[in-house]
């Protein structure tokens, strides 16, 4: 897409592709969602989107997705990829970035259908997004969180290799919720990073991540 060339950025990893999602990945979305995204006694969310009604939350989904690309701007953004695997959307990787241009740091947050978990893709779409902050765009930090009671999430994060980073307290649907921090730097992600992650598309995007030409590629 010409004026929006953030549709033709891929990233492929072994098993999946990431990529925004078009009007098919978002309905195959919806679907993931209204299937479940975790067992419906925990809530592992900061923002508790997997409470709507079951015949809201999928349309729901697809608004906010519009809303992320809308208020998209170089110095303020959310990229949500859809995360495909054997042609399916199966779930969202995000990575945002405030200000990125000057502080070189990204943050992340991702869901994936209850019945795609507990086979690895939730390591391997995380390091997709790391490849492209660290490799891509030139982070030089990625900072991300998760509940106490999310020890998949948590497993995630350490395995690829996040310090602790501190802690946060907040309420969740009427209950306390502390959430734990980390964070990762440039030197941390070279010692933990995935291979098999090809980046396509990106040149023609970098002035959406508040970037020249030649300020990604750093490797």
Not at 34 to 40: A, E, I, Y
Not at 74 to 100: C, K, S, T, Y
Not at 190 to 196: I, Q
């Amino acid at each position: 897409m010409k004026h929006w060339p953030l549709f033709g950025l891929r990233l492929r990893t072994p098993r999946l592709e990431l990529r925004l999602p078009g009007p098919k990945e978002l309905d195959e979305l919806a679907d993931a969602a209204v299937d479940g995204v975790h067992p419906p006694d925990e809530m592992p969310f900061a923002f508790p989107w997997t409470h709507a009604p079951r015949e809201e939350l999928g349309g729901r989904l697809v608004q906010h997705q519009w809303k992320m690309l809308a208020e998209w701007t170089p110095e303020n953004w959310n990229l949500p990829l859809a995360v495909v695997h054997d042609g399916r959307a199966i779930g969202i990787q995000e990575l945002m970035g405030r200000d990125f241009a000057v502080v070189r740091e990204v943050s992340s947050g991702s869901w994936i259908g209850l019945r795609h978990q507990g086979r690895g893709l939730g390591t391997e779409m995380r390091a997709a997004v790391l490849e492209l902050a660290f490799t891509g765009l030139g982070a030089r930090f990625a900072t991300t969180g998760a509940h106490t009671d999310n020890p998949s999430s948590l497993g995630v994060t350490r395995k690829l290799g996040y310090r602790p980073n501190g802690t946060t307290r907040s309420a969740v649907l009427g209950r306390p919720v502390e959430e734990l921090r980390f964070v990762l730097d440039r030197e941390g992600w070279l010692g933990h990073r995935r291979t098999g992650v090809a980046i396509e598309g990106l040149e023609p995007c970098l002035r959406f991540f508040g970037l020249g030409a030649g300020d990604g590629q750093s490797r």
